[in-house]
């Protein structure tokens, strides 16, 4: 169930005549975005104030921070000087597009800050990752990070993990007795479930970026997240799991009533 914030966090309400608001009134392209596409460029929208000039930065992947992305190669081709990591060979692609300069963790291997979007976002900012298949790159670049800041609509904020289904990535070799494992580490954590490979439109394995697998474990409810990163951690054929423990510190979530700021207390 979704939980609203609580009034202690700050609010950014754009102004009118700013060009958040201009682009997301205006009769150009923005127009055509869904209503849950302009909250999530909203929320892209604030994430770039945080941005300053010369910082290292870890590009998220998926769909809001798509539009972190687009915004970045705005004021790229303004004069920011920034330099990025991208998460995932779609992230990439779009920092090609858009004109952001790229580098690699072994190039830059410490990182001023991380701007990526989430699956689901619990009031202490663990998260749930993975739904575009990307969770490996996006936790090392995290890790690799001095902060990461969460974008997201109103709907991935919820009360308790677990309405999304946890992806964790699993090495091929071994796969029946891995998914076993995992299943039976839910269980022992209070959120059995089925842990099935994913699969693409076409009927296909869903291989990541990594060349692995992956599993998307349907809990409904994660009551110990940090108990079951744990147990998935010590599992032979599991490489990473979704679960973001400790990693971001600002959440910016878009709602109707405007964006708001959520710490890590």
Excluded: W
Aim: with cysteine; net charge positive; proline share 7%.
């Amino acid at each position: 169930m979704q939980t609203p914030c609580p009034p202690a966090f700050s609010r950014y309400q754009p102004p009118r005549n700013n060009a958040i608001q201009s682009r997301l009134s205006s009769p150009g392209p923005a127009l055509s975005l869904s209503d849950a596409d302009k909250l999530k460029y909203a929320a892209a929208a604030r994430a770039i104030e945080f941005v300053r000039p010369g910082m290292r930065l870890g590009l998220g992947t998926g769909s809001t921070a798509k539009h972190f992305v687009a915004l970045l190669g705005e004021r790229v081709r303004g004069g920011l000087d920034v330099v990025g990591v991208p998460t995932s060979e779609a992230t990439r692609a779009d920092a090609e597009r858009a004109g952001v300069p790229l580098t690699t963790l072994d190039e830059t291997p410490a990182l001023d800050l991380t701007v990526d979007g989430a699956d689901e976002i619990a009031p202490d900012l663990t998260l749930i990752k993975g739904g575009g298949g990307a969770l490996l790159r996006e936790k090392i670049v995290a890790a690799a990070s001095a902060r990461m800041i969460v974008i997201a609509d109103a709907s991935k904020y919820v009360s308790v993990l677990g309405r999304f289904a946890l992806p964790v990535e699993v090495n091929a070799f071994g796969l029946g007795a891995t998914r076993r494992a995992v299943e039976a580490a839910a269980a022992a954590c209070g959120c059995p479930g089925a842990a099935p490979p994913r699969q693409t439109r076409e009927g296909h394995a869903f291989v990541t970026d990594g060349g692995h697998l992956l599993l998307d474990a349907a809990l409904g409810r994660i009551p110990e997240p940090a108990a079951l990163a744990q147990r998935l951690v010590a599992i032979p054929g599991v490489v990473e799991h979704g679960l973001f423990i400790g990693l971001a510190q600002i959440a910016i979530i878009a709602g109707s009533d405007g964006v708001r700021i959520v710490k890590r207390s």
